[in-house]
């Protein structure tokens, strides 16, 4: 059973910096590209961040750009999120997902990352 | 960027019912599109996906439709469960979007 378990969120300040985990199991995580969704507290879904199989190909939302770094660790079976410089607006539930061809076919969860002072 | 519009915003519809959603995309997405299920407090599904392929495990009373710019979802028969927010998502350009969902609800 494909799983994907995001942590790493919480409160922080303006500014500050969060680094999220999502960690991997149930299938061959070096075959599959990943990404991450965030969703504003009752708003939609916004694509984040994408990244290929072996950690190339990296692509970000333009509102992200130069703050948010995405990464992964095939070895551990762990994806990352980088977020410095956190906004307001940033604040979101993220979640970390799958991508089989070019869709999204598997979800964590979710980690809540709130920015307020 | 490529901006989904999901009409309606909201469908309250009974049990047994049909329901009929549209995603209309600013310009074409191909067939590089698909649907997602969301319940509260839970992740998205994959519901549909290259237009019309049912995801694993998805009943056959979701099916999907369109091309290019303007897209279908289609549940046959609502049954308690379906009752959710459904979003469509083009896979065709960057950055990835998704459109601002259709609540379906109990009437």
């Known amino acids: 059973e494909v799983q994907l378990l995001e942590s790493g969120g919480g409160l922080v300040q303006p500014g500050g910096s969060l680094r999220l985990s999502c960690a991997a199991s149930g299938f061959t995580f070096s075959d599959h590209p990943m990404g991450w969704v965030r969703q504003a507290p009752g708003k939609g879904l916004e694509w984040v961040s994408s990244i290929g199989s072996v950690g190339d190909a990296t692509l970000h939302v333009d509102s992200v750009k130069g703050r948010f770094t995405i990464t992964r660790d095939n070895s551990k079976n762990t994806l990352f999120l980088q977020m410095d410089s956190l906004r307001a607006e940033d604040t979101a539930i993220y979640y970390c997902?799958?991508?089989?061809?070019?869709?999204?076919?598997?979800w964590g969860q979710g980690t809540l990352v709130t920015v307020s002072s | 960027e490529i901006v989904l519009t999901q009409s309606p915003a909201t469908l309250s519809l009974f049990p047994g019912e049909r329901a009929t959603l549209s995603c209309r995309a600013s310009r074409s997405v191909s067939t590089y599109l698909a649907w997602y299920q969301q319940k509260p407090g839970q992740a998205p599904r994959l519901l549909i996906h290259d237009t019309s392929s049912r995801a694993a495990g998805v009943p056959a009373r979701f099916s999907g439709s369109g091309s290019g710019t303007d897209f279908t979802l289609t549940i046959s028969s609502l049954e308690p469960e379906d009752f959710a927010v459904y979003y469509c998502h083009q896979c065709n350009h960057w950055p990835r979007t998704f459109g601002g969902g259709t609540k379906v609800e109990i009437k």
């Open positions: 997902a799958r991508r089989t061809n070019v869709w999204l076919d598997s």
